[in-house]
T-cell receptor, first 111, second 115 residues
Framework: DAKTTQPPSMDCAEGRAANLPCNHSTISGNEYVYWYRQIHSQGPQYIIHGLKNNETNEMASLIITEDRKSSTLILPHATLRDTAVYYC????????????FGKGTKLTVNP | EPEVTQTPSHQVTQMGQEVILRCVPISNHLYFYWYRQILGQKVEFLVSFYNNEISEKSEIFDDQFSVERPDGSNFTLKIRSTKLEDSAMYFCASNRDRVNTGELFFGEGSRLTVL
């Protein structure tokens, strides 16, 4: 599985959009981009995933660049409860089952 | 909303003792996993389980570890002889299918403290 690079930490004001970047320059054509988050020491929580096209669900939007070498997770209106570590993971769909977690980005939403 | 449940939430044990961590995956899910997270470190994959057998395991998952699905609902992780370095949060996860989804549902974890 390709490796990802994320900033170690970011801050965001409550109510504003949080834009979390991820670089995955060695991503393969059949690898998906997944985002999970971990609030404090709770179990990781799935957020969103995509292959080529931008995706949106009730939690977030995922913007993937045309060359697929980077992506951005957008939380449109961050709340204090969005303070968490966010993990960007690339993984072959239907391939190796495991998710390989990196260190992620610690997002702090400030009041 | 269906969820993965884990018991116990916290277990303290003496080194060398056997520990069983229990998980109830979401009912219609077919793939089951254990991950662990040592305090302050990354979440690490341990093992995946499908159709009553291990489908993949990491180097961490040595002979001291075993998994079992003893009935139609529980999924257990057994550590035969615990070591100090087994102290960690252990997360169970499940998903309905692994093809093109990767949406794993994680439990809240079981904290294991080995003294």
């Amino acid at each position: 599985d390709a490796k990802t690079t994320q900033p170690p930490s970011m801050d965001c004001a409550e109510g504003r959009a949080a834009n979390l970047p991820c670089n995955h320059s060695t991503i393969s054509g059949n690898e998906y981009v997944y985002w999970y988050r971990q609030i404090h020491s709770q179990g990781p929580q799935y957020i969103i995933h995509g292959l080529k096209n931008n995706e949106t669900n009730e939690m977030a939007s995922l913007i993937i660049t045309e060359d697929r070498k980077s992506s951005t997770l957008i939380l449109p209106h961050a709340t204090l409860r969005d303070t968490a570590v966010y993990y960007c993971i690339v993984r072959v769909g239907g391939g190796s089952e495991k998710l390989v977690f990196g260190k992620g980005t610690k997002l702090t939403v400030n009041p | 909303e269906p969820e993965v449940t884990q018991t116990p939430s916290h277990q303290v044990t003496q080194m060398g003792q056997e520990v069983i961590l229990r998980c109830v995956p979401i009912s219609n899910h077919l793939y089951f996993y254990w991950y662990r997270q040592i305090l302050g470190q990354k979440v690490e994959f341990l093992v995946s389980f499908y159709n009553n057998e291990i489908s993949e395991k990491s180097e961490i998952f040595d002979d001291q570890f075993s998994v079992e699905r003893p009935d139609g609902s529980n999924f257990t992780l057994k550590i035969r002889s615990t070591k100090l370095e087994d102290s960690a949060m252990y997360f169970c996860a499940s998903n309905r299918d692994r093809v093109n989804t990767g949406e794993l549902f994680f439990g809240e974890g079981s904290r294991l403290t080995v003294l």
